[in-house]
């Protein structure tokens, strides 16, 4: 009996390891745009949506907030992560990046290339990795030339509780154009809430 309930202990548990490697593209609903440190980001890239996503050896977001660095210093990396439904070594990773310094207190932040402090990014890669050098596509936004503009809203910023919350929206050009991506990418409907550890 008691090999029987470990062979079961065994399946079940290959079969949760099983079901986070092989992650589909699954979009869900932006998360709503709160102001209570609940741990949420989500956007939408090019009208799609997107919120991090990780498997177990990929966090979905990374999160900084110094006060004390470059009068306030934001910096927040999002991933979504997945596999190919008809090739499981094909996988995807797109990242939606946000830098700013000088952000000290709630109000509007621009994303425009004049303001070296600031900077809103976005990259996507597809891989075989079965092959680690075979870039099927590497798309980013942030070579000499590229232009950004938008903004960020920080619609709290309360160091006492340890919140910073806010949204954004940004248009991304690339100067010279990369075959299979587009020269310009929209992101827009922003939104964080995060805790400031």
């Not at 980001?41 to 498997?55: A, E, I, L, N």
């Not at 990374?62 to 910096?75: I, K, V």
């Not at 946000?98 to 932040?109: A, F, H, N, Q």
């Not at 075959?179 to 964080?192: D, L, S, W």
């Amino acid at each position: 009996m008691k090999l029987t309930r470990i062979g079961m202990a065994c399946l079940i548990f290959v079969a949760l390891i099983s079901n986070s490697c092989s992650w589909k593209d699954v979009r869900s609903e932006l998360p709503d745009a709160t102001q209570e440190g609940k741990g949420t980001f989500g956007c939408k890239v090019d009208g799609r949506v997107f919120v991090p996503r990780s498997s177990l050896t990929r966090p979905g977001i990374s999160f900084s907030y110094d006060p004390t660095w470059n009068g306030g210093t934001l910096s927040i990396k999002a991933k979504y992560w997945f596999r190919d439904s008809k090739n499981i070594n094909i996988a995807t990773t797109e990242n939606v990046s946000i830098s700013l310094g000088r952000v000290s207190e709630p109000g509007s932040y621009s994303f425009d290339n004049e303001d070296s402090s600031s900077y809103g990014g976005y990259s996507i890669w597809t891989q075989n990795e079965k092959d680690s050098m075979a870039l099927i596509r590497h798309c980013y936004y942030d070579e000499i030339g590229d232009t950004r503009s938008g903004i960020l809203n920080i619609t709290k910023l309360d160091l006492n509780k340890g919140i910073i919350a806010g949204t954004f929206e940004f248009t991304l050009t690339k100067k010279s154009p990369v075959a299979a991506c587009n020269p310009i990418v929209k992101i827009t409907e922003g939104r964080f809430d995060l805790l400031i550890r």
